[in-house]
């Protein structure tokens, strides 16, 4: 598991450790924090290795599956670290995808919904080819990825490997970093600290928002499953960042305020995931309630 001190690795380990496999996470906690795996300490069916995934990869012992999650993942991140991203998208990929190939494992790539970029397609589907702007600010992120799907893609045509693509859309929940400048726990952040509450433009810009056990079970079932993908996963109820901000503040105590700031270069219009293919092909779909989501987000960042 490449990423797998940060929020959705660690998440994933947890999983694959309760359905009684060996994990061994990788991550050169650039993002990561071992704190998010503190709880797995002296687990005998877990091993942890501190390295970057850009660098040589080699493991001894038996692989059955890969999980590449290696990446900055939030425009905080990505833009602090543009070449790094670009890196993990790149060599990483290239490194994890040869380690599957040699293990003869099942490759499973995080993907996104930004390969997208801002949609002129609504909802989006997965034969949607994006509306990306490589040379904008969140060009390193997006073009990350991009390629990264196409490498996966390559080694599955000319190598045989069994490849997996996952398009994940918005996912919430524990183990977000509060500072890392995604909606979430940007809203969270500052209803707690007692902050206006932060809208880019006038607000009217969607986004859908899919708790984190929901978009494991969904990684889950594509990585046992038979599908090669791309798979969207996410929830498609779309709510405007407005609409939004109002249900943070609701359930943090009604009161609050919210200030506008200039939209972002290139930040999506519209987002909301086409699930029609995850629902067919793998028998998934969010269950977890929006407000019953974000009451356990918020307890955790209370608690820390």
Not at 81 to 105: E, N, Q, Y
Not at 145 to 156: D, L, N, P, Q, S
Not at 186 to 215: H, M, W
Not at 230 to 259: C, H, R, W, Y
Request: glycine share 10%.
């Amino acid at each position: 598991m490449t990423g797998g001190a940060g929020f959705l690795g660690s998440h994933l380990c947890d999983r694959l450790l309760a359905e009684g496999h060996a994990v061994v996470a990788m991550d050169n906690l650039i993002t990561g924090n071992v704190d998010n795996l503190s709880h797995l300490a002296g687990h005998d069916r877990f091993r942890f290795i501190k390295q970057d995934v850009t660098e040589y990869l080699f493991y001894p012992g038996r692989i059955d599956s890969v999980f590449h999650f290696a990446s900055p993942a939030s425009p905080i991140d990505y833009l602090e670290l543009p070449i790094p991203t670009l890196k993990v998208g790149a060599l990483g990929t290239h490194k994890a995808l040869g380690l599957a190939c040699s293990k003869k494992a099942r490759f499973i790539l995080a993907s996104t919904s930004e390969v997208y970029g801002d949609p002129l397609v609504h909802p989006q589907n997965e034969d949607y080819w994006g509306n990306v702007n490589p040379i904008g600010p969140r060009g390193v992120y997006d073009e990350a990825k991009r390629f990264a799907e196409a490498m996966t893609f390559a080694y599955h045509r000319s190598h045989g490997v069994d490849t997996k693509i996952a398009r994940i859309f918005n996912t919430y929940g524990p183990r977000m970093r509060l500072h890392d400048g995604r909606v979430v726990p940007a809203f969270i952040g500052q209803a707690l600290r007692k902050e206006p509450l932060t809208i880019f433009g006038n607000g009217s810009q969607t986004r859908s928002f899919c708790y984190v056990s929901d978009l494991v079970d969904g990684i889950y079932r594509l990585a046992t499953s038979k599908e090669h993908g791309p798979i969207n996963l996410g929830n498609p109820v779309e709510l405007t960042v407005k609409q939004f901000a109002q249900t943070v503040l609701d359930l943090m105590g009604g009161q609050g305020s919210i200030s506008h700031q200039p939209l972002p270069v290139d930040d999506p219009k519209q987002r909301r995931p086409d699930i029609s293919r995850a629902i067919t092909l793998l028998g998934w779909e969010p269950r977890v309630p929006l407000k019953e989501g974000l009451e356990k987000t918020i307890s955790y960042f209370k608690a820390r």
